[in-house]
C-alpha cells in the first residue's frame, strides 16, 4: 500500500489541502492574516492578481514571516525593508510567474469560480476569486516531494520481504517437522489398534473351536463339521485381512506404477463374468485404452463390483459404465442401495473407516476402498463418490 499508493495519497492530500486553504482564505474577514496562516501551515506559493492580472501579492511560506510590513496591494508600511521587498517582489515578477499568469488568464476567462491543473512538473496549481471577483487568488503546491520517501519505503519493503520469507521457511520446516513426527506417530497408534483388533477376533475364534473340537465334539459329527468350518472361515478371514495389509503397504510404497496400455473394456468383461450378469446392467464401449498396472487396476474394479453388489437390495440390479471421453476414459459402478451420508462421502476413503462404522465381521478388512484410492492415485486419476436418493450412490473414475 505505502510503495504503489503513497504518491496517489499525497497528491490527494495536498490538492485537498491546497483547495481547503483557498476556501478558508477567501471567506476570511481578515485576508491578509488567513493567507499567510495558511501558506505557512500548508507549505505553498500564494499569488493576487487584480482584474488586469497586475500581482499586487505574493509569498510563500519562506517569505510571509518576513512580509508582515506589508500588506495585500504591496503598499509599505514601513521603510527598513522597502527596497529589499521590492527587489524580491519584482525580481518574482519577472522570471517566474509567467505560467501563473497565463493559468489566471485562462481562469478568469473560463468564467467558472474556481479552476486547477497539475503541470508537466508535477505542480499543482488552484485559482479563485477574493474580494467580490476583483481580484484573483492563485495557490500553488509541489507534488513530488514524497518520490524519496517511497523508494526509501520500497527498498525496506525488498529486505523486509526477504527476511520475512525466510523466517516463515525456517518456521515452516520445523513446524512441519514436528507435525509430520505427531502424524506418523498417530496413524503407527491408529494402525495397530486396528490391526491388533482385527486379528484378534479371528485368532480367538480359532482357538476357542479349535479347543472345543479338540476336548467336546469329536463323536458329533455335525458339532464338529460347524467348528471346523467356522475355523476355516476365520483363517481364510485372517488371510484376507493380512493380505490387505501388504497389498495396502506395497500400493503406498509403489508410486510408479508400470505404464503399459491396455484394453479397460476387455478386463472389465472378465471381472464382470466372475459376479456374474445377472444383477448388472452392462453399457462398456469397446476398445477403451487405457495406460497403467492392470493387476491393480483389476483391484478397484473388483472393489468397486463387490461394494456394490454388497450395498444393493436383493434383486436389484447395479450399473457399471465405460466410455471414451475427450480426454480420457470413463469407468462408473452405481448400485441403488442406502445413500452414503453427505458427511461421510470423503471419510470412506480412510482406511478402516468402512469396518468401524458397520463393524464388519465377513472376509472385508476395511482397507478396500484405501487401497483403491492408493492405486488410483498413483495412475494420476481422477475418482469420487456420487451418492444421494434418486440416483443412489455412483462410484467413478475417469483415466
Known amino acids: 500500500m505505502q510503495t504503489v499508493f503513497l504518491q496517489r495519497l499525497y497528491n490527494y492530500l495536498q490538492k485537498r489541502s491546497v483547495k481547503n486553504a483557498a476556501q478558508k482564505i477567501c471567506k476570511s474577514s481578515n485576508v491578509e492574516q488567513t493567507l499567510m496562516e495558511e501558506v505557512v501551515k500548508a507549505h505553498l506559493l500564494a499569488i493576487v492578481y487584480d482584474e488586469n492580472l497586475e500581482i499586487i501579492y505574493v509569498t510563500d511560506e519562506h517569505s510571509s514571516p518576513y512580509d508582515k510590513e506589508k500588506n495585500l496591494f504591496g503598499a509599505e508600511k514601513g521603510s527598513d525593508n522597502s527596497l529589499v521587498d521590492k527587489l524580491l517582489f519584482y525580481q518574482f515578477k519577472i522570471h517566474f510567474s509567467e505560467h501563473y499568469k497565463d493559468f489566471a488568464a485562462l481562469f478568469q476567462a473560463s468564467g467558472e469560480s474556481s479552476a486547477e491543473v497539475v503541470t508537466k512538473v508535477n505542480e499543482f496549481i488552484y485559482a479563485s476569486y477574493l474580494n467580490d471577483e476583483s481580484q484573483i487568488l492563485v495557490l500553488a503546491e509541489n507534488l513530488g516531494a514524497v518520490g524519496g520517501t517511497v523508494y526509501i519505503l520500497r527498498f ?151 461394494n456394490a453388489l454388497r450395498h444393493s437390495p436383493a434383486g436389484e440390479k447395479i450399473s457399471v459404465e465405460i466410455k471414451k471421453l475427450t480426454h480420457g476414459v470413463y469407468l462408473g459402478v452405481q448400485n441403488y442401495g442406502t445413500p452414503i451420508p453427505p458427511e461421510n462421502i470423503e471419510l470412506i476413503w480412510d482406511r478402516y473407516f468402512t469396518a468401524r462404522q458397520q463393524r464388519l465381521t465377513g472376509q472385508k478388512s476395511g482397507l478396500g476402498l484405501a487401497i483403491t484410492k492408493g492405486i488410483l492415485e498413483n495412475h494420476g486419476a481422477k475418482y469420487g463418490v456420487k451418492s444421494n436418493e434418486k440416483d443412489g450412490t455412483t462410484f467413478w473414475v475417469i483415466f
Open 156 to 306: 525496506q519493503l525488498i529486505i523486509v520481504s526477504i527476511l520475512s520469507l525466510l523466517l516463515a521457511f525456517i518456521f515452516a520446516v520445523i513446524m512441519s517437522g514436528r507435525i509430520s513426527d505427531e502424524k506418523i506417530q498417530k496413524a503407527r497408534i491408529e494402525l495397530l489398534a486396528n490391526v491388533t483388533h482385527d486379528l484378534r477376533t479371528p485368532l480367538t475364534l480359532i482357538r476357542g473351536y479349535a479347543e472345543s473340537l479338540k476336548d467336546f465334539t469329536w463323536s458329533d459329527e455335525e458339532k464338529r463339521n460347524h467348528d471346523a468350518d467356522i475355523i476355516i472361515r476365520e483363517t481364510d478371514r485372517l488371510g484376507n485381512l493380512v493380505n490387505d495389509i501388504l497389498d495396502y503397504s506395497a500400493v503406498r510404497e509403489s508410486k510408479n506404477p508400470p505404464k503399459i496400455e491396455f484394453n479397460l473394456s476387455s478386463m472389465a468383461h472378465d471381472i464382470i463374468n466372475q459376479f456374474g450378469t445377472e444383477r448388472m446392467n452392462i453399457q462398456i464401449e469397446d476398445e477403451c485404452m487405457i495406460t497403467g498396472d492392470r493387476k491393480q487396476l483389476e483391484r478397484v474394479l473388483y472393489n468397486f463390483l463387490d
